[in-house]
């Protein structure tokens, strides 16, 4: 399984983005895919994760703003981010697992993982 993160810029605060997440390969039995972000100097951190059935579950610091979604005919996760803030500043990775543990999983329980994508969100 290959995943391609895309649809990350620079963004002024309040502004929008959508991420998207495309998997290839044997996609059949992916159940959780998920989004972790890294900042500049810190660790990686679970934002967003979606199971096969649309079941969605978030880090409090982005719940409200931030939307995960999945279309399982097109293998595509999606992240809508609204109302970005300067915090939000980071780069975003999207991860795959077949299988879908008790939220927040650890990094460790993702199978595959995609390429990052810058986020900047000016003040």
């Known amino acids: 399984v290959q995943l391609q993160a895309s649809g990350g810029g620079l963004v002024q605060a309040g502004g929008s983005l959508r991420l998207s997440c495309v998997a290839s390969?044997?996609?059949?039995?992916?159940?959780?895919m998920g989004w972790y972000r890294q900042a500049p100097g810190k660790q990686h951190e679970m934002v967003a994760r979606?199971?096969?059935?649309?079941?969605?579950n978030y880090a409090d610091s982005v719940k409200g703003r931030l939307t995960i979604s999945r279309d399982n005919a097109k293998s595509t996760a999606y992240l809508q981010m609204n109302s970005l803030e300067p915090e939000d500043t980071a780069v975003y990775y999207c991860?795959?697992?077949?299988?879908?543990?008790?939220?927040?999983?650890?990094?460790?329980?993702?199978?595959?993982w995609g390429r990052g994508t810058q986020v900047t969100v000016s003040s």
């Open positions: 979606i199971t096969y059935d649309g079941s969605a």
């Open positions: 390969g044997s996609t059949f039995s992916i159940n959780d």
């Open positions: 991860a795959a697992s077949y299988y879908a543990r008790s939220f927040p999983p650890k990094q460790s329980t993702y199978d595959y």
